[in-house]
C-alpha cells in the first residue's frame, strides 16, 4: 500500500484519477465490511458510498497518524454503525468451554487439527470457500466483523479494537469464537 500515500496526497489535491484509482483499490473490499456489519448488500453499498463522500469531505484533515487504509476503514464502520446495523453481543465464555479446550496452564488441551493440510484434493477445497462464507455470515454480528477485519483482510488486532471500539481481551474472544465456529462447520462438511 505504499503508494496509497501518493495517491492520497493526490486527491487532497483534487485529482480525480487518484480518486478513481482508490476507489478500485478499496471499493470491494468496503462492501464487504460493510455489508458483514448490516448484512444487507445495497444497504452495504449505500454505506460504502457514504464512506467515499466523506472521504472526499475529510481528505485535507487526514493526518496520516494512521495508514488511510485504517482512516478508511474507520469511516465504513463509523458509517456503517449509524446506519442502523444490529450488534448482537456474544455470550460469556462459559467455564465448561475452557476446560473442554484449554489444560490448567492455558494451553490447548488437544490443539485442532490442521484440516488444510488434510485437503488433497483441490476440488475439495474450491468446494469450502463458498462453505466457509456462509459459515462467516451466519456468525454473530461482532463475531463476523472482527473475522473479516482479522483474517479475511488482514487488519491489525490494536486497528480491529480501535475500528469496532473493543477491547483487546473482547477482540480475541470474538475471533476465537468466530474461528471455533467456522472451523467446526467446515470439519462437519469435511466429515
Known amino acids: 500500500m505504499d503508494d496509497d500515500t501518493a495517491l492520497v496526497r493526490r486527491l487532497g489535491d483534487g485529482d480525480e484519477e487518484a480518486f ?7 471499493h470491494p473490499t468496503l ?5 458483514g456489519t448490516v448484512g444487507n448488500r445495497a444497504v452495504a453499498e449505500e454505506v460504502a458510498q457514504d464512506t467515499w463522500l466523506a472521504v472526499v469531505k475529510g481528505i ?3 493526518e496520516g497518524r494512521s495508514s488511510f487504509r485504517t482512516w478508511l476503514f474507520h469511516i465504513l464502520m463509523n458509517r456503517a454503525r449509524s446506519t442502523g446495523a444490529r450488534e448482537h453481543r456474544a455470550a460469556p465464555l462459559r467455564d465448561d468451554d475452557l476446560a473442554e479446550r484449554f489444560d490448567a496452564k492455558g494451553a490447548w488441551a488437544a490443539p485442532p487439527g490442521a484440516w488444510a493440510d488434510e485437503v488433497t484434493d483441490r476440488l475439495a477445497a474450491e468446494r469450502l470457500v463458498p462453505e466457509a462464507r456462509r459459515l462467516i455470515d451466519a456468525l ?3 463475531q463476523r466483523q472482527v473475522m473479516l477485519l482479522r ?3 488482514g487488519v491489525e488486532a490494536d486497528d480491529v479494537c480501535a475500528l469496532l471500539g473493543l477491547s483487546g481481551g473482547n477482540q480475541r474472544v470474538l475471533l476465537h469464537r468466530a474461528r471455533t465456529a467456522v472451523r467446526a462447520g467446515l470439519a462437519e462438511v469435511m466429515g
Open 20 to 26: 478513481t484509482l482508490l476507489v478500485r483499490r478499496y
Open 151 to 153: 483474517d479475511v483482510e
Open 140 to 142: 454473530p454480528d461482532a
Open 60 to 62: 485535507r484533515s487526514f
Open 31 to 35: 462492501v464487504r465490511l460493510a455489508l
